[in-house]
């Protein structure tokens, strides 16, 4: 339950977050706002880290860097930056719901890479979101 229910603020917190950014993309550009989002995300995570986690710093190894790394350069850089110019191009409501459309691609990943197993229930799901995909895309 306690996965849930942090799984639900994040949603709220990218939710507000993608209003916000469109407020903000009104004034700038993209690149920019990415480069100052990722400038505070980063204080504030860092911050956070060094306060909760410091012990465990010390006992991260070179693989396990480069796979975060690579989930860095994905999620935070590349992935805000192509979120922010979706919003900036299609608005909040049609952006953000296909960015939610991440589930999707992690369950055929997870699939593909990780050889978990589907469920009926897994299945339902893709579906739907594939479903949803094509509503939001053919809105005008």
Do not use: C
């Amino acid at each position: 339950m306690t996965g849930i229910l942090f799984a639900l603020i994040a949603a709220s917190g990218w939710g507000s977050s993608a209003v916000f950014t469109k407020i903000a993309l009104e004034k700038i550009d993209t690149r920019l706002g990415t480069i100052v989002s990722l400038f505070f995300s980063t204080i504030v995570m860092f911050t956070i880290s060094l306060a909760t986690q410091i012990d465990h710093f010390s006992k991260l190894k070179m693989p396990d860097m480069i796979w975060f790394f690579a989930a860095g350069v994905f999620t935070f850089s590349l992935g805000r930056l192509l979120n922010y110019t979706g919003i900036s191009f299609v608005g909040v409501s049609k952006s953000t719901p296909l960015v939610g459309t991440s589930t999707l691609f992690a369950t055929i990943f997870a699939i593909l890479l990780l050889g978990e197993k589907p469920s009926p229930l897994i299945g339902i799901g893709v579906l739907l979101v594939t479903i949803g995909i094509i509503f939001i895309t053919k809105s005008k």
